[in-house]
């Protein structure tokens, strides 16, 4: 089968997603580039079921290819995969505290210099839309403009990194983030951290990538 190592590894970080906490049941979805085109986790279809035939093949003009459909949320994969040549991996969860804080439309600010690792000063929420429309899509690229994650409104988290592993760390530490936020706001109202000590931040995590 084509792309027979990439869909297993997929399949199994798309299981590592749900023993972090990030999914459950079929929620949420997983992608990473190929030459041609992507991978994607299916729709409907738990990854405890999932085997490496079920991931479906697409290409940059949204076509499908094998036996199952592809996850509802292609739209915004493909459509980072065409304006995003940095993202090699793509993650869509419905964790716990990432959603709580979506849900609120509630963007994470820089209460935590750990922010930085999204790639701004903020992780921005994107307005609200219809699951796998176009407009969810348009909405999702505009929130991840200069930034590697963002918040969906009122439904979840999207993360994009070179690979799936790096994508996998980055949606279990912005979830802890949202975590941490939203324990921090039911206590008092956060201390930000002003945009020269971000980056400081940057600066730093420039140093600490090159080690």
């Known amino acids: 089968m084509e792309h027979f190592e990439l869909r297993a590894q997929l399949l199994e970080v798309a299981q590592q ?3 972090a906490g990030l999914n459950q049941g079929t929620s949420g979805n997983l992608s ?25 093949f697409m290409d940059l003009e949204g076509s499908a290819m094998g036996p199952r459909k592809p996850s509802s949320e292609w739209r915004f994969h493909r459509d ?3 304006q995003r040549q940095d993202a090699g991996a793509v993650l869509h969860a419905h964790s716990p505290w990432s959603t ?10 820089a209460f935590h210099y750990m922010v930085a690792v999204a790639g701004g000063h903020d992780i921005r929420c994107a307005p609200y839309a ?11 690229l505009e929130a991840l403009q200069n930034r590697k994650a963002c918040l969906l409104a009122n439904h979840g988290l999207l ?21 941490v936020y939203g324990q921090a706001m039911q206590i008092g109202k956060p201390k930000l951290l002003s945009k020269a000590a971000m ?3 940057f600066e730093k995590f420039k140093d600490y990538r090159n080690d």
């Open 17 to 19: 997603m749900e023993v």
């Open 32 to 56: 990473v580039r190929t030459k041609a085109g992507f991978l994607i986790t299916p729709s409907a279809l738990p990854y405890a079921r999932c085997k490496a035939e079920d991931i479906v």
């Open 80 to 82: 980072i995969y065409v």
């Open 100 to 109: 709580t804080l979506a849900c609120l439309q509630t963007p994470i600010p």
């Open 130 to 140: 219809t699951f796998g429309t176009q407009t969810l899509s348009d909405y999702a």
């Open 159 to 179: 993360c994009l990194d070179t690979d799936l592993i790096k994508v996998l760390a980055l949606a279990i530490e912005i979830e802890h983030l949202a975590q």
């Open 199 to 201: 980056e400081k931040v």
